[in-house]
């Protein structure tokens, strides 16, 4: 059979790996495909470079239309990222009749709905397995794997960056602004890391894991997003002293109100795996209704784990884009007409546990009026710490862990709280989950 041809949109650092992992496995990936996959074109706004990487035998161009207009290419990969130009790339391409592969979560998240409805008129694949998680398969654990179950929710360390500021923020006892720098210093994050730290790329991936673990419609306009940038070391410490770890989770649920879709900051007991994924690794974890839990772990980032995924994408449509449309698996696992229209809820609704740190002047009935507080709202407390005020000042940090209980109380009970005269500034309040 003849090779199929891929044109490449982008040939930066997951491009580069792309050409690599290719070349050196190529006998293996041939055997697996049926064909030989063959990089025939590469669209780079920096063409010198873009020459030195493909090498002799692949056309390299620096106007990324003459990719996607090219009747002799099969299969495109969108390695731009962004919602602009890729996106109408993306589009042109299915129009013209052409498979794709993205790693481009940003775009999947917000134009996922217009993507997948224009690829399945004309008949041609989206595969994306790269963008959530890197070179972990998680896509195709979801959607395949896994297909059997009712997932009950998904728990996951999406995005590197963060967890490796985490990671050093607990180990080191620095804070947040510290560890950003140290970590643009090592090139782990951006120099503009805005979408990572805010939560926002972590977001992007739980968008397109929910659709798919649910069969609901692309919609990250509702998810919930809270990143790292507010946190502080004393949170961390005071969270292992009572047995947790703090971790950037996005956090999808089906409840019988609703699906919870968010990512913030999450106290999870030390004791469980999830809590022990350190530095810039990724992990899923997965609740299905047979299956019960599963874990996938491994690098989210970086040229190869990334090109891992990018290829799988490129074999899967090697084997299957001679089958018939309706015979493929879809895009997001549930078949076009038969998608769930279940609302995504506010936060107001979800449920889940709390830690709340205050700061309160060390005096008779102070923590009685806190415990009141909590017992009006109908919020059960699990544990407390109290931290004895340094030398010199008079206000203590008190601690208190929560129970399930629904946002919406959690929110009335702070605003109580932080209208006594006792309590001075905010309350700190973070999520907690068990996973159990
Ligand atoms: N910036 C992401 C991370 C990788 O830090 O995990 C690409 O999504």
Not at 393 to 401: K, Q, S, V
Request: charged share 25%; hydrophobic share 45%.
């Amino acid at each position: 059979m003849k090779p199929i041809k891929v044109g490449l949109l982008g040939i930066g650092t997951v491009g580069g790996g792309t050409f690599d992992v290719l070349k050196r496995n190529q006998e293996e990936i041939r055997r697996r495909a049926g064909r030989a996959i063959e990089i025939a074109m590469v669209a780079d706004l920096n063409v010198a470079r873009a020459r030195e990487v493909a090498g002799a035998g692949c056309e390299v161009v620096s106007d990324a239309r003459l990719v996607v207009d090219n009747p002799e290419i099969d299969i495109v990969v969108e390695l731009i990222g962004g919602y602009g130009i890729a996106r109408e790339l993306v589009m042109t391409a299915i129009a013209n009749g052409k498979h794709v592969v993205t790693a481009n979560k940003a775009l999947l998240a917000t134009h996922g709905t217009e993507i997948f409805k224009a690829a399945q008129e004309k008949g041609v694949i989206v595969a994306f397995e790269a963008a959530v998680a890197g070179g972990i398969p998680i896509i195709k654990a979801l959607r395949e794997g896994l297909t059997a179950n009712r997932i009950q929710w998904i728990a996951g360390i999406i995005n590197g960056t963060t967890n490796f500021i985490l990671s050093e923020m607990r180990d080191k006892g620095l804070d947040f602004a510290t560890v950003l720098k140290e970590a643009q210093r090592l090139g782990y994050a951006e120099a503009d890391p805005t979408f990572d730290i805010k939560g926002v790329d972590a977001a992007h991936k739980l968008t397109i894991m929910s659709a798919i673990a649910f069969g609901i419609p692309v919609q990250f306009e509702r998810a919930y997003v809270e990143g790292i940038d507010q946190l502080q070391a004393i949170d961390i410490r005071y969270a292992e002293q009572l047995g947790y770890r703090i971790k950037l989770l996005g956090i999808t649920r089906r409840t019988a109100q609703g699906i919870e879709l968010r990512v913030h900051p999450t106290l999870i007991p030390a004791k469980r795996l999830l809590a022990n994924v350190e530095g810039a690794m990724n992990a899923v974890l997965v609740q299905g209704d047979a299956v019960g839990a599963t874990l996938y772990y491994g690098k989210g980032a970086g040229a190869e784990p990334t090109a891992s995924a990018v290829i799988a994408d490129l074999v899967d449509i090697a084997r299957l884009a001679s089958a018939d449309p309706g015979h493929r698996v879809p895009y997001l696992a549930f078949q076009p007409d038969a998608m769930a229209d279940i609302p995504v809820l506010p936060m107001s609704e979800i449920t889940t546990s709390y830690y709340l740190r205050l700061k309160v002047a060390d005096k008779v009935g102070v923590l009685a009026d806190l415990t009141r507080i909590l017992a009006d709202a109908g919020i059960s407390i699990d544990a407390m710490l109290q931290k004895e005020p340094a030398e010199g000042e008079n206000e203590a940090d008190i601690i208190l862990l929560t129970h399930q209980t629904q946002e919406k109380h959690v929110d009335a009970a702070i605003v109580r709280m932080e209208a006594l005269a006792t309590v001075s500034g905010r309350v700190t309040r973070i999520r907690l989950e068990q996973l159990s």
